[in-house]
């Protein structure tokens, strides 16, 4: 994977659909793949987990992302 991109996944498609439809006005550089995925720009991921987090979705992510103190790296 690239150190520049993380990708984001979802548990069906209808999940990826409506989280296309949320992050739509952020104009982002994402790319879709195939029926659950995204890669998503590793420095606009946080953007990205926001605006979901705040209407409820909570996709995983894999790929470069900040890990708050809190918690442990994987």
Do not use: S
Request: glycine share 6%.
């Amino acid at each position: 994977m690239n150190h520049g991109l993380a990708l984001m996944l979802c548990e069906d498609a209808a999940i990826l659909e409506e989280t296309l439809r949320a992050i739509e006005p952020l104009d982002l550089h994402i790319r879709r793949i195939g029926d659950l995925a995204l890669l998503v720009p590793a420095d606009e991921i946080e953007g990205v987990l926001e605006t979901l987090h705040a209407q409820g979705t909570f996709p995983r992510v894999l790929g470069p992302q900040l890990i708050p103190d809190t918690q442990e790296a994987p």
